[in-house]
């Protein structure tokens, strides 16, 4: 059957479609303010955000930049024509080689199959994937060049293997995190080192021994370092300067800052990105969710609990900038309000099958409320309230016409979040595949219902409510209705 999401895709004339283009306002990491986005070229919108390194299964904190991106290129794609969007992995790290090594296996099986777990998990969060998912292994010879240009034009330098970048050689260095160079060393991860002109001076490429993986190169075989992979990246499949960048807040110093000094250099470009935005970190017991702290949920192990699509309520509940406590509270908030939102959907349905296809690129069928909430520097707690109206928008339609209209906005309003993309009855029947040994399944639980039915017909009412406890007892909760009885797992 059809997913309900799908039904968006065909929605009708409405007061609340959009009817000229919107503008959109994001906080620009760069100015410190909030700015109308105004695209290089509005005919392709260009979008950089980055990735994970693949050393391990990702935590939840990895997936936010990864939804709230996704957010903003849906935004971009109901109204732009074209949005080319590019999420980077990164395949060549030290922690990577160190895995390899405890593990006992080749470095780049250990970063593949990491690589294919993110991608899973992503889809599990219901991230679309991006146009382009350049990985670092793949564009050595992109990185190569890039470094040649910076020491053919003085802003970068070989010394005992090493090729690194020359900080004071770049009078706008410190603009995008807003530091002096007197302050670069406080708090910084940087290294002392002999073969550095200046301690700020950072690494562009260094030296691998027979265990680590490496390259040929003009400075004999290495690696790259970790700044110059997206600068090569972004230069080869978006250009020499992009409309939005993107990452969480703690890239902001070094990896951004590093990455826009070495491209505004190689690029001969002082508009190397329009738009810096940054998402802030989870937090769980106050500190900031990380590995090396301890503090990790895994996508992986949550969505052994937890629908991908709760978690994803749950990564869109805050604003984007802010922190986020991420806590099973939040996690049962999230469930309980997409609960609420499907509920609409299934007390509401049509008569229709929805259309199978949809080009959200064409398409201004969506919300106002919706979109003007996501337009204000993707406002996605204003844009999940606004949704929550439209649920009892549709709650309260009478005729045919009205609930369809409804429906349309509903459903609309959900894929530009990324939500409401299951068939209703199906997202409170469906047990994700994840039986456990205790719980019935949907055949069990309809022959139960259907007992029930028969036990209440005959007026065998206590035969009737211990079915009814039973099912209970299990998390089935019935609800009956002139139609018949409907359940769902709760």
């Not at 053919?152 to 160079?181: M, Q």
């Not at 802030?280 to 949550?302: F, R």
């Not at 606004?386 to 009478?398: V, Y």
């Not at 206590?462 to 007892?473: F, T, V, Y």
Request: overall charge negative.
């Amino acid at each position: 059957m059809p997913s309900d999401a799908a039904a968006l895709y065909c929605a009708p004339e409405s007061k609340t479609q959009m009817q000229v283009m919107p503008e959109i306002y994001f906080h620009n990491t760069l100015s410190g303010k909030k700015e109308l986005f105004v695209p290089i070229d509005p005919e392709r919108v260009t979008v950089y955000v980055c990735g994970p390194t693949v050393y391990n299964f990702v935590h939840i904190g990895n997936g936010r930049p990864a939804v709230v991106f996704d957010v903003l290129t849906r935004l971009l794609r109901s109204i732009y024509p074209h949005v080319s969007y590019a999420r980077n992995v990164t395949d060549i790290d030290d922690k990577i080689n160190a895995a390899a090594l405890a593990n006992g296996e080749p470095i780049q099986a250990l970063a593949d199959r990491f690589t294919d777990a993110y991608e899973k998990d992503m889809l599990t969060l219901g991230v679309i994937p991006p146009d382009i998912a350049p990985r670092a292994t793949h564009h050595i010879d992109e990185i190569i060049a890039m470094i040649e240009e910076l020491i053919s034009s003085g802003h970068a330098y070989a010394n005992e293997g090493h090729v690194l970048f020359d900080v004071p050689s770049d009078p706008s260095y410190g603009s995008l995190s807003r530091r002096s160079l007197e302050d670069m060393l406080d708090g910084a991860r940087v290294e002392v080192a002999p073969y550095k002109k200046d301690a700020k001076d950072f690494v562009l490429w260094k030296p691998s021994t027979d265990e680590q993986p490496g390259w040929p190169s003009p400075w004999g075989v290495g690696r790259p370092g970790w700044h110059i992979e997206c600068s090569a990246m972004i230069r080869k499949h978006l250009g020499r300067s992009i409309d939005i960048h993107g990452g969480g807040s703690d890239l902001t110093f070094p990896h951004h800052e590093n990455e826009a000094a070495q491209s505004r250099c190689a690029n001969h470009t002082s508009d190397y990105v329009r738009y810096w935005l940054h998402n802030g970190m989870l937090t769980m017991g106050g500190e900031k969710m990380s590995k090396s702290v301890g503090n990790v949920h895994t996508i992986h192990e949550l969505a052994e609990q937890y629908s991908g699509e709760v978690l994803r309520y749950a990564l869109l509940a805050g604003q984007y900038r802010s922190p986020l406590a991420w806590s099973a509270e939040l996690i049962q908030q999230a469930q309980s309000s997409l609960d609420s939102l499907y509920q609409a959907l299934r007390d509401n349905p049509v008569d229709e099958q929805p259309a199978a296809h949809f080009d959200q690129r064409k398409s201004r069928e969506f919300p106002q409320t919706v979109v003007t909430a996501l337009c204000d520097d993707l406002n996605t707690p204003q844009a999940l309230a606004a949704m929550h109206e439209l649920a009892a928008d549709l709650q309260k339609a009478e005729d045919k016409s009205a609930i369809q209209n409804a429906r349309q906005q509903l459903l609309a309003g959900g894929w530009l979040l990324g939500l409401l993309e299951q068939d209703a009855e199906s997202y409170f029947t469906a047990s994700g595949g994840k039986l456990n040994a205790d719980e019935l399944s949907a055949e069990e639980i309809d022959n139960l219902v259907e007992a029930r039915n028969a036990a209440r017909a005959s007026k065998d009412f206590a035969g009737a409510d211990k079915i009814r406890d039973q099912l209970a007892d299990a998390g089935i909760e019935l609800e009956d209705l002139r139609e018949g009885t409907r359940w769902r797992r709760t």
